[in-house]
């Protein structure tokens, strides 16, 4: 046993508060809690996996900015032609998010099925020299650096009373989520939770991205949201 990593107290009540979804779709694997918002702008992060049935879950979280409103989650042994599909989809209705996405072995070819199948070029690039771990890839790769930076953007977030979620399985692996020794983290399982890191570093990171744009290629540059 370790130490949990974020707030009981907190998680338990927003738990109390958890609520089925407005909306399920592809065969339950994907929970809709909000809609898209006109004007708006969403971060999706992902947790990519291999979709077979001895493998961990992949996992979605779609948040919105600035506020960060759980919108949905998506859960489930998806493989990563199927995932793209999704994530592509949930990406242009909700305004043509953000995603990023863990590249940790190499994504499981998720990051090129999105540039290359699905044409989603809103992919994010951790940019060298903005943050710990920089190599100006697509995706974020977790490790001893990265990784306990990631969790001091949720904490933070938490703490702020910024973080909140309806979906129980979020919430229940957040609250199982410990620092099991110095420097290295889990749960079993934990994949919504890093879920929830990856779109974290998307929403706090500085990130510079290429856009098409009716038609047209702009670069587009933001900072902190």
């Known amino acids: 046993t370790g130490f949990n990593v974020f707030d009981i107290t907190y998680l338990t009540d927003l738990l109390s508060s958890a609520r089925e979804p407005v909306e399920t779709e592809y065969n339950g694997k994907v929970s809709i809690y909000l809609g898209p918002q006109a004007g708006s702008m969403y971060v999706i992060g992902v947790d990519p996996a291999e979709g ?19 919108a949905a989650a998506v859960q489930g042994k998806i493989p990563p032609r199927e995932a793209a599909g999704i994530l592509a989809t949930l990406g242009r209705r909700y305004n043509n998010a953000l995603i990023n996405v863990e590249n940790n072995n190499a994504a499981y070819g998720l990051i090129d099925l999105l540039l290359r199948e699905e044409h989603y070029p809103y992919i994010y690039i951790h940019q060298v020299g903005s943050a710990p771990g920089g190599d100006g890839q ?33 919430l229940r692996q957040m609250r199982a989520y410990q620092e099991l020794e110095p420097g290295k983290f889990g749960g079993k399982p934990d994949d ?12 706090n990171q500085g990130l510079m991205m290429v856009r098409s744009v009716s038609g047209r290629t702009r670069r587009v540059v933001q900072g902190e949201w």
């Open 52 to 70: 077979m049935p001895q493998s961990d879950d992949t996992t979605a979280t779609v948040r919105k900015l600035p506020n960060w409103e759980h």
């Open 138 to 170: 697509y995706g974020f790769h977790t490790g001893p650096t990265t990784k306990p930076w990631a969790i001091g953007l949720l904490r933070q977030l938490i703490a702020d009373r910024m973080w909140r979620s309806w979906h129980p399985g979020t």
């Open 192 to 203: 919504l939770v890093s879920a929830e890191l990856i779109a974290i570093v998307a929403r």
